[in-house]
């Protein structure tokens, strides 16, 4: 039998490593575009390909807002910029208070009382659970939802802990702070909740209820959030081709394409087939489109792993929610240098196109880069184009001229991304 001082230390341990392994999967998105990318997926892509393998766990893997589509409404704009908000504040709250901790017990002053800790008791796990929402929203993935589910309830059951041993060392002050403070939100706020909630549940089942409810909140954001975006999403379809565009600007482009590649008296050039009978879901985006390469293996320069531009592309994704979206990192770099953005943006087109006549934010050449969907109803509707349940591939991209319908040249690809057979953003 292990003694109740051994119970806690395993308990800590296995708490401390849940979270740890919630931190890691949600640091994807830092990961995958650093040269250590595969080293990550050697170890969890093994985790994702077993989820995305079935109906039943495919949606783990799914994302519930727009990455790599600029968000489609204002309020699924806030809602990313919440994120960044919540991410670096959640940080800093939690580093501070750490450091707070740290310096009293490097000093021995005791417990510490100061700062949050006069309202809160576990303020640093409070800005752990935020910066951990805030990056579940920049990297959407529904398997972030639940394990910042698990998370939270480890926090809990660390805190519960820590206060056991706080009361054990300073006995009647720690009781009379905790009697005066709240456990992670201001007593004046956490005491109305918790009477209610003595009302409403048995003291016997109080803790899962809140559990359970804290992962319905937190699933039912995430699946009204995806709802809402694959309703929002602007799209044309005709035949069995349905295309939705990367940002706004390029919407009044979708009919027109989706027209031209359909054209039944049109052979698209190049080793590009799309079969009758088979649906095709594409997305219209500038040739030079930073995330091209979590769509489809579009060529080298869209393997942002390999492109040594991690720290500027982070910074970017967190600073400037969107820029990312409308400018790759290089002529991003090239612009911090001092370069004409034009300029800049000519020197790495896709196309070869160096033209000093055109205006490279007025460009007409778009590229579609198309997935073959299988999908388990009839139609080719977005609702099932998008669905959880649906299995996509890479078929290949195309660029075209979006104004005269001309289509410059098609590739056909292999069923993988720049990262190989990891599941990547459907939106």
């Known amino acids: 039998m292990l003694t109740s001082k051994e119970r806690r230390f395993f308990g800590r341990l296995l708490s401390s490593g849940g979270i740890l392994a919630y931190f890691v999967i949600a640091a994807e998105f830092i990961i995958m575009i650093s040269p250590f990318a595969f080293f990550f997926y050697s170890v969890f892509n093994p985790l994702f390909q077993a989820l995305s393998a079935t109906p039943a766990t495919r949606w783990l893997v799914a994302f519930y807002l727009p990455h790599m589509v600029y968000p489609p409404s204002l309020f699924l704009e806030v809602v990313r910029a919440v994120g960044s908000v919540m991410f670096v504040a959640g940080a800093l709250v939690f580093l501070i208070c750490a450091g707070q901790v740290y310096l009293g017990k490097l000093l021995k002053s005791g417990a510490v009382s100061r700062g949050l800790y006069v309202m809160i008791r576990h303020p640093q796990y409070v800005g752990?659970?935020?910066?951990?929402?805030?990056?579940?929203?920049?990297?959407?993935?529904?398997?972030?939802?639940?394990?910042?589910?698990?998370?939270?309830?480890?926090?809990?059951?660390?805190?519960?802990?820590?206060?056991?041993?706080?009361?054990?060392?300073?006995?009647?002050?720690?009781?009379?702070?905790?009697?005066?403070?709240?456990?992670?939100?201001?007593?004046?706020?956490?005491?109305?909740?918790?009477?209610?909630?003595?009302?409403?549940?048995?003291?016997?089942?109080?803790?899962?209820?809140?559990?359970?409810?804290v992962g319905a909140v937190l699933l039912g954001m995430g699946f009204g959030l995806r709802a809402l975006t694959v309703a929002q999403l602007p799209t044309a379809t005709k035949g069995g081709v349905t295309l939705v565009s990367i940002l706004p600007e390029d919407d009044s482009y979708l009919p027109g394409a989706v027209k031209a590649l359909t054209d039944p008296a049109r052979k698209l050039p190049g080793g590009l087939v799309l079969n009758p009978g088979e649906k095709y879901l594409g997305y219209l985006m500038p040739v030079d489109y930073v995330m091209q390469g979590m769509i489809a293996d579009t060529g080298l320069p869209w393997h942002l792993y390999k492109q040594h531009h991690t720290a500027e592309m982070i910074a970017d994704w967190v600073i400037h929610p969107y820029r990312h979206l409308r400018q790759p990192p290089v002529p991003i770099a090239q612009v911090a240098a001092g370069l004409d953005p034009a300029k800049a943006r000519r020197t790495i087109c896709p196309l070869g196109i160096d033209d000093p006549a055109m205006d490279c934010a007025h460009c007409p050449y778009r590229r579609v880069v198309l997935l073959r969907v299988e999908t388990g109803a009839g139609d080719a509707s977005p609702r099932e184009l998008f669905s959880t349940t649906a299995r996509r591939a890479a078929a290949g991209f195309l660029d075209m001229d979006v104004r005269s319908g001309k289509v410059l040249d098609a590739t056909g690809t292999g069923p993988e991304t720049a990262w190989q057979n990891v599941p990547t953003p459907v939106f």
């Open 128 to 213: 752990l659970a935020v910066c951990g929402a805030g990056m579940s929203i920049l990297w959407p993935r529904f398997l972030t939802l639940v394990t910042l589910w698990i998370m939270m309830v480890l926090y809990y059951f660390l805190a519960r802990d820590e206060e056991r041993r706080m009361t054990e060392q300073f006995g009647e002050s720690y009781r009379e702070y905790m009697a005066r403070t709240g456990m992670f939100l201001p007593r004046a706020i956490e005491q109305p909740l918790a009477t209610a909630a003595a009302k409403l549940v048995p003291r016997t089942g109080r803790w899962a209820a809140a559990t359970l409810a």
